[in-house]
């Protein structure tokens, strides 16, 4: 036997049949249950139906009642008694008209209706005044107090058609007083059975005990006999049982009923009755529903077992192939994955393996990128490490060549400009050679600073004093000695000293020289520019300290930025005892383990940041 057809067969014995045969049982509980509860239902709506409707009837009956109490009828004028009679017609909506009759029933002539229905008074023909007075004798009232109140038969209405009750109250005590006749149309007792039939299958009636329908949610029912397979149940006809609502079957068409009984002995019963068929519809729709679903889920069974050992026998003979391909070398054969099972894991197996072999031979290609890509990074580094080297030795090498041309220069310097001071002092303000030994002792002193700046620069601390310096405390000793002067050269000077930027490890000295310095190189850029602006800032950038000085001079152009720092180098208009101050600076950052770097475009101003580490 096939796969297929051992799938279906298992499948058939272990999920359809057990699944029908439990579908049809809770079926045939659930139709027992709804048929208990809509008896259940019935009963209650019967009881509670015949309550209103006793309620609704004695309202009107012990209104009538009341209000004749309240009048004098033996005394009063015939206008007084139209009075009382339009007092008791008000009583309720359902009183047609209201009619005064002796003793033996004759109307006395004072009679309250309308012809046309009014605030919701039924119309009432002239005519209907003899069929009043014949709907109840009263001769058997006569027997009564005042106020004493009884119900009549019902009869056709004869102005609306709906079914009517004549209601007599006696008027006076004594055998001879007089009677109120009214009739009372059950226009609201009709109202309350649609209401509490609502839109569904099920009928109210109000039946009398020959059997009549008196009143009915249908109003095409009114005055006409009960359907004899309802009064031949339980609890009809003259057998009535006085106890609680009865619920019984009967057949065609078949039906649910349920009766219950007027209460104050009025001789009426409520009687319930539901279509079997609608009322369990929905449960025999249920049942044809599961027979439908069995019959689908058989056809789905085959046609899905079909599928799925087809899909099966492909999904096998792909990972087959695939593994066959990878057997051949061919790693960019892929074997398509379906699902989370078995075979899929085996095909996102092999997929695996051919992705790792792929990933291998491109790591292979890339390797050779990425050396490439390194050397070519080691290169630049290494020439950068190698300009900056070649720059320390120029330095190196100035200095040691400016130490010994100083040092060599001094003594004679120094004995030319003995000897011009003392010529000076032998010569007058206005002698011919006054003015040009002056000159003289000018330039030799002019030349004795220079080597003196050359010293300077030439001297190497073994050991520079590095500890701890506040760099802002270091910016503002700076300022305390050029403010006066940068601010008296009309330069807008700015400081944005970050409050939170730690201390640096540096010389203390030596580092307000370097900013001194900066600061008089800026000074110096901006003598001829229309707007002189110098800014300060002290921050930090990826883990260092770092301090700003930029200027809106005229900038540092491109072709000579890289000789900046190489010693009496200038770019000043006026050559003055400068030319090392760069120089000097970046021997001293570059001492503490720091970086100073420019950017600068010609006419665009300079800004210098010294980098150094923390403390």
């Not at 009884?150 to 004549?166: D, E, F, K, Q």
């Not at 699902?339 to 790591?363: I, K, P, V, W, Y």
Request: proline letters at 4%.
């Amino acid at each position: 036997m096939r796969l297929y057809q051992q799938l279906i067969l298992f499948m058939l014995a272990a999920t359809v049949l057990p699944l029908a045969a439990v579908g049809f049982l809770l079926l045939s509980r659930a139709e027992a249950e709804v048929v208990s509860h809509i008896d259940d239902k019935q009963r209650a709506l019967a009881s509670a139906t015949a309550e209103a409707v006793a309620t609704n009837l004695m309202e009107v009956v012990n209104g009538l009642a009341r209000s004749a109490e309240l009048i004098d009828w033996e005394r009063a004028t015939p206008d007084e008694v139209r009075g009382g009679l339009a007092l008791l017609y008000g009583q309720s909506p359902t009183i047609s008209a209201v009619l005064e009759v002796d003793a033996e029933g004759r109307p006395l002539g004072q009679a309250v209706y309308r012809a046309e229905a009014r605030n919701g008074h039924p119309g009432f023909a002239p005519d209907g005044l003899v069929q009043l007075a014949k709907a109840l004798p009263v001769q058997s009232l006569r027997g009564g107090g005042k106020g004493q109140a009884a119900l009549g038969g019902a009869y056709v209405h004869a102005g609306s058609g709906r079914t009517a009750m004549a209601v007599a109250v006696k008027l006076a005590d004594g055998e001879a007083a007089p009677f109120a006749l009214a009739e009372v149309v059950f226009t609201q007792l009709e109202a309350l059975l649609r209401r509490r039939a609502g839109e569904g299958p099920t009928l109210l009636d109000v039946v009398d005990a020959e059997g009549r329908v008196l009143a009915s949610s249908q109003p095409e029912r009114r005055m006409k006999a009960l359907e004899p397979e309802l009064l031949e149940g339980p609890g009809t006809g003259t057998s009535r049982s006085p106890d609680a609502a009865r619920s019984f079957h009967v057949n065609n068409p078949a039906r649910r009923v349920s009766m219950a009984r007027v209460p104050v002995a009025l001789g009426l019963d409520v009687v319930v009755t539901v279509e079997e068929a609608q009322a369990l519809a929905p449960v025999r729709k249920l049942r044809r529903t599961v027979l439908l679903s069995v019959a689908c889920a058989l056809a789905v069974l085959l046609a899905l077992g079909a599928l799925f050992t087809r899909r099966v026998n492909r999904r096998l003979a792909e990972v087959v192939a695939g593994a066959e391909a990878y057997g051949r070398g061919e790693l960019e054969r892929r074997v398509r994955v379906e699902g989370q099972d078995e075979l899929s894991e085996l095909g996102t197996t092999f997929n695996r393996m051919g992705e790792e072999l792929e990933a291998a031979r491109g790591r292979m290609l890339r390797w050779n990128d990425d050396l490439r890509v390194r050397v070519e990074e080691a290169t630049a580094e290494l020439r950068a490490a190698q300009a900056q080297l070649v720059e320390a030795q120029k330095l190196a090498a100035v200095g040691q060549l400016g130490a010994g041309v100083a040092h060599e220069i001094n003594n004679p310097l120094a004995g030319i400009l003995g000897n011009v001071q003392l010529l000076l002092l032998d010569r007058a303000s206005g002698d011919s050679d006054f003015e040009t030994l002056r000159k003289i002792e000018q330039s030799a002193k002019r030349c004795k600073d220079i080597t003196q700046n050359l010293l300077r620069f030439s001297q190497q601390r073994e050991r520079p004093d590095m500890r701890p310096v506040d760099l802002n405390s270091v910016v503002r000793d700076a300022l305390s000695l050029t403010e006066n002067q940068t601010r008296g050269e009309g330069i807008d000077l700015v400081t944005e000293l970050s409050a939170t930027v730690p201390r640096v490890r540096a010389d203390p000295g030596h580092l307000s020289q370097v900013v001194l310095a900066l600061l008089s190189n800026a000074r110096t850029a901006m003598i001829k520019t229309p707007e002189k602006r110098l800014s300060l800032r002290t921050g930090e950038r990826d883990g260092m300290c770092i301090l700003e000085v930029e200027d809106t001079g005229k900038g540092i152009a491109e072709n000579i930025r890289p000789r900046i720092f190489e010693p009496f180098f200038t770019t000043k208009d006026v050559w003055s005892n400068v030319g090392l101050g760069l120089s000097v600076a970046w021997r001293i950052i570059t001492e503490a383990g720091g970086t100073l770097e420019v950017r600068s475009e010609a006419g665009q101003g300079a800004r210098f940041t010294i980098v150094l580490p923390r403390a």
